[in-house]
């Protein structure tokens, strides 16, 4: 594989990036926009009401956050003026045909300039409702497929998936697609359209029953958990995940596609600066509930590995491909971007790396204390994690429950309150489960090809690092990661 220089690539490139708010399509942009001020446009969708809605949901959601930092500092009063030159905000929604772009000369400006189409709309929410999930996460990449295909100039499609479609596999998992109707229990019978019909017949009859609300939603949860357990998938995101990889890699003709598999992805490693993060991971808010000492213990395989990589990492590695797989038409690659291979880390660490963060920077409460943490008690298997909750809060529970009755109810909103909290807990255990007790490790070799090829051609490595043996965990936890998840999502 010969690569060229990549801002020579991006240079006067249109690129179309879906769900243009989140959190590493922000990072993509604003990479972009600091290292190729030459870009031809970035056309950034995302759901707003009209134009001057998704300008300012725009600016107030990316532009006004520190991660635009250093372009501000070299732009100063100029800054909007230079994005607006170089980006076109649209309202718009990829659960709608045309991505639901209005505006008919966009639609047709937008056809006959983008070069590089980027996926990256989808709802990432584990314990998502079922009607959500499948009309963002599939058949909306289905309509951004139909809407590339449309785009005369179109060099590649980059679809932004996830390692964890691979579900509680164990070992090496590679990087191969799955095909139409596959399974991951030997399940026959799944089909796309089948799981459309079975969710809408679901909301129909739901409807037609005078459900409140709540009742819906809490139904459609419900469904999206049977359905992709049906199937052996754990929950609804990676399923519906699945299925898109799926409906894409059958329908995309000659377009060249390609679907990247990030693992969990953490706050940024160096670009466009150490330590910018949002967005709530369940990894992030077990070390700061354990630094605010609400925490007294952990739930996982101590030896099994988790598999995290630097948001940064994943668009620099997002960026390369692009440029990479230019004009291979009707082609398709997978890259699976982690650290589990090359650079892995155990799931105890980030709880040594908490506790001696906070030890050393303690956690200040509403009283201004510092809150004192100790050790943790890791919890190794759900037998343990039953004795833990039953002892802890289930007798405790029933005994509330007692006197509560004895005493007419007295105690029902405590009661009440107690018993939500301690399902919650457990409903959010049933779903992380498969993770904290995960035995599979991704194979990157594609990705370490493309480094290689990255690295022998001389292109721009200092500029596009994505180089996981690079990273030096207990620097990075102790001095970026921890810090920046302090300041930026629970400060």
Known sequence: MELTSVLKFLENRAILVTGATGFLAKIF???ILRVQPNVKKLYLLLRAQDNNAALQRFNNEAVAKDLFKLLREKHGANLNTFISERTTIIPGDITIENLGVKDTNLLEEMWREVDVVVNLAATTNFDERYDVALGLNTFGAINVLNFAKKCSKLKVLLHVSTAY???????????????LGETLNGTSGLDIYTEKKVMEETLKQL???GSSQESITSAMKELGLQRARKYGWPNPYVFTKALAE????????????VIFRPTIVTSTLRDPFPGWVEGIRTI???????????????????????????ADMVVNAMIVTMMAHADQRGSQIIYHVGTSVSNPVKFTCPQEYAFRHFKEHPWIDKQGKPVIVGKVNVLSSMDSFRRYMALRYMLPLKGLEIVNTILCQFFQDKYSELDRKI????????????YLFFKGVYDDMNTEKLRRAAKESGIETDVFNFNPKSINWEDYFMNTHIPGVVKYVFK
């Open 423 to 434: 399902k919650f807990v457990m409903r959010l255990i049933d779903l992380y489960e498969p």
């Open 165 to 179: 479609v691979s579900g509680e596999k164990r070992g090496l998992i590679l990087e191969t697609p799955y095909n």
């Open 207 to 209: 409807r037609v029953e």
């Open 284 to 310: 992030d808010s077990l070390a700061v509930g354990y630094g605010k000492g609400k925490l007294t213990c952990f739930l996982g395989d101590p030896e099994a590995i988790i598999d995290l990589i630097p």
């Open 246 to 257: 799926m409906i894409l890699g059958d329908m995309k003709e000659d377009v060249l596609l």
């Open 29 to 31: 942009v604003e990479k």
